[in-house]
């Protein structure tokens, strides 16, 4: 499974990017950054959307994708998959007509540049070559992370969340965690408000898991405090753990 990394920060700056996981060249997990970093060749390669939350550094890049397939054909659909009230929000809060077109509907309802399809959680779907299931987790809007399994490999993505029980069953084991770390330690009290993890809040939530993944890829920090929160992370101590950097790619 190719994991390539096109943004994983927790707020934007130059060289750090809202998250988004590409997997595989054609499967997306979160669209904070798509067409900032991919040619277009490689955007239309992306046929499939998962979607952790509303929050708008999750979903900022899929108005941008619908503009720009739309311009070279209008026989291209892009389908984007979240939970029910996820869906809604994207349809009432960004394709509305006033916050951008409704490319649900564009060029036709029956042929749409985006369509949106709501997932129920612990219910596998077959997507290519993957299998998907979304798992829910604990956030300040209602929020899913996502199990990719593919050729015998398996993937799990947290997406943003605090505390949280589920979704550790889900990762037992898998061959990589894309797990968030927002704040640094001396923040707690702002990550537990907010519904976020710091290091050491991270390394509860990973004595809840029984086989420790083999990697364990750290998203979403505060780019303000990127090198804290890099000290912060070595000292947890657990074998493979690595911050993400923009631009990464892995062989998972
Ligand atoms: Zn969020
Ligand atoms: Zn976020």
């Not at 990719?148 to 993505?157: A, C, F, K, M, N």
């Not at 303000?224 to 950097?245: A, S, W």
């Amino acid at each position: 499974m190719k994991l390539r990394i096109l943004g994983c920060a927790g707020a934007e700056f130059p060289d750090f990017r809202p998250p988004a996981f590409l997997i595989d060249d054609q499967l997306l997990l979160d669209a904070g950054t798509i067409s900032a970093v991919l040619s277009e060749e490689e955007q239309w390669n992306i046929r499939s959307i998962f979607i952790t939350h509303s929050h708008l550094d999750h979903i900022r890049a899929i108005p941008a994708l619908a503009d720009n397939i739309i311009l070279r054909n209008m026989q291209h659909t892009v389908t984007v998959f979240s939970a029910d009230e996820v869906i809604s929000a994207i349809q009432q809060h960004m394709f509305n007509d006033i916050i951008w077109p409704d490319f649900t509907r564009i060029p036709s309802p029956e042929n749409p540049v985006i369509a949106l399809t709501t997932i129920t959680p612990y219910r596998d779907y077959a997507v290519h070559e993957h299998m998907v299931q979304a798992i829910p987790v604990n956030h300040t809007v209602p929020a899913v992370g996502y199990r990719v399994q593919s050729g015998g490999r398996t993937l799990v993505y947290s997406g943003d969340t605090g505390p949280t029980v589920e979704i550790w069953k889900f990762c037992s084991g898998a061959d990589a965690l894309i797990v968030e770390v927002s704040f640094p330690n001396c923040m707690e009290h702002l990550a537990r408000i907010t519904r976020h993890l710091t290091s050491s809040m991270l390394k509860t939530e990973l004595s809840k898991i029984n086989v420790l993944p083999s990697r364990i890829l750290i998203t979403h920090p505060k780019p303000q405090y990127y090198d804290d929160i890099q000290r912060e992370i070595n000292e947890i101590g657990v074998h493979g753990v690595e911050l993400l950097c923009d631009g990464s790619v892995y062989d998972i």
